[in-house]
């Protein structure tokens, strides 16, 4: 039998098993008003975990959050145990972390290529590898390699897109609504990937729009309510909960 979801207002990781990474008990926004009330979001290693919601919830904030986009005024985040909360989200690459925006996160003018290439700023060693390893992902870059970025379509750019941010070899790959705008067949061919990805023991912490099928792949769910927790379970105890399925789901 499933377990029902769990509502709570903050999520509790067992004394012992830290997260790989956690945003917690997070209060904060843009400016005088806060967005994040108390959330809490993390994600282990090598699994994938969703944060979903209506509209306005805070989800890409929480996102945003985590990888140090806006100051907290309370909570913490922490990476592989060590406390990251006042580190600049640079700092925060440097540490392991990649961040995929929803929009403006391609280099367009540039070729598929050079955009790789570009993910790799930070690195000094040899890249080719790691580039073969993208195009093993996403075949369909190999093919458009010197192609400009600008003239693929909505769902190549964002294989583009995740590409360049794995290139940093990334602990933890960070998606904001990686399928917003490409067609059923594009976002389960984008999710398929995904949990290629974190078959590979990379984190993948990732904000959607298309809950249901977000999390389908899910080990665990976030549904966030005017930027607090309503529910927190996996994936799969999220979708079988009549109450989430009611109000968040359509049925």
């Known amino acids: 039998m499933v377990p029902e979801a769990t509502q709570e207002q903050h999520p509790v990781t067992p004394a012992g098993t830290a997260p790989f990474l956690i945003g917690d008990r997070m209060t904060g926004g843009y400016g005088a008003a806060d967005i994040l009330h108390d959330c809490t979001v993390a994600v282990e290693k090598g699994e994938i975990a969703v944060i979903v919601g209506p509209n306005g919830a805070g989800k ?8 140090g986009m ?4 309370s909570g913490a985040v922490r990476l592989d145990g060590e406390d990251i909360t006042t580190l600049s989200p640079q700092d925060r690459v440097a ?4 961040f995929v925006p929803q929009t403006s996160n ?13 993910g790799a700023f930070l690195r000094r060693d040899d890249i080719r590898g790691t580039m073969e390893q993208i195009y093993d992902l996403f ?8 192609q400009a970025a600008g003239e693929l379509s909505g769902g190549q750019r964002q294989q583009v897109a995740v590409g360049r941010a794995l290139m940093t070899q990334p602990k933890v790959l960070m998606l904001d609504e990686p399928t917003a705008g490409v067609s059923p067949i594009v976002m389960d061919e984008l999710f398929d990937r995904i949990i290629e990805v974190a078959r590979t023991g990379i984190s993948i912490l990732m904000v959607e729009q298309n809950a249901r099928q977000a999390l389908e792949i899910a080990d665990k769910g976030y549904v966030l309510v005017q930027g607090a927790n309503a529910y927190t379970n996996t994936g799969r105890a999220l979708l079988a909960d009549p109450e989430v399925r009611r109000t968040f789901l359509g049925g």
Do not use: H, Q, Y
Not at 70 to 73: P, S
Not at 139 to 146: A, G, N, V, Y
């Open 139 to 146: 075949p369909i870059l190999r093919d458009k390699r010197r």
């Open 70 to 73: 806006l100051n907290l005024r």
């Open 95 to 98: 540490k392991g972390m990649a």
């Open 60 to 67: 890409s904030t929480a996102m945003k959050a985590v990888f």
């Open 106 to 118: 391609i280099f367009t003018s540039m070729t598929v290529e050079e955009n790789l290439e570009m």
